[in-house]
């Protein structure tokens, strides 16, 4: 099922930018969708021990600072537009594949799983901490940036 949702989220971003048929809404409910379903599988497989807590703390806190940031950015600084970096979208990319592991060792345990889910477990930690630090970094530099604050 978690392979299915992220085909037909793939198949959906590629249609909509192949046809031009993206909205603003679209483009608001869309990454949301994908980090509540990220967010929910890390706190679900977490609290079955399936995935260590650091990691689910790292990969939740980190989407938590971004969010709230975007909402300070947005109303302190009326920056409404945030598009996502390379760091955050390998990140993504590396959780998606750490959670579909984690979901076939448990069905199918054996050694080659193991081993490649144990990879994407030190992928998904290391893209997800840089990409959080780069969001920070991004977020810090655009508040420093815009010249008016709104009260």
Known sequence: M????????WFDGFA????GASGKLG?????LADKSLLVVLFLTLGVLRFIPLWL?????????????GAGLLRL??????FAPSLLG???????????????LQAAFPNQVVRLGKDA??????VFTFLSGLGYVRLGIRLARDTAV???
């Open 2 to 9: 978690v392979l299915f949702a992220g085909l037909t989220d």
């Open 16 to 19: 909509a930018r192949r046809f």
């Open 27 to 31: 483009a608001i409910l869309d990454p």
């Open 56 to 68: 689910v703390t790292l990969t939740v806190l980190r989407d938590l600072v971004i969010v709230a």
């Open 76 to 81: 302190f600084r009326d920056i409404r537009t």
């Open 89 to 103: 979208k390998v990140s993504t990319f590396f959780q998606i594949v750490f959670i579909l592991l984690v979901l």
């Open 120 to 125: 994407a477990l030190i992928c998904t930690a």
């Open 149 to 151: 604050v709104r009260m």
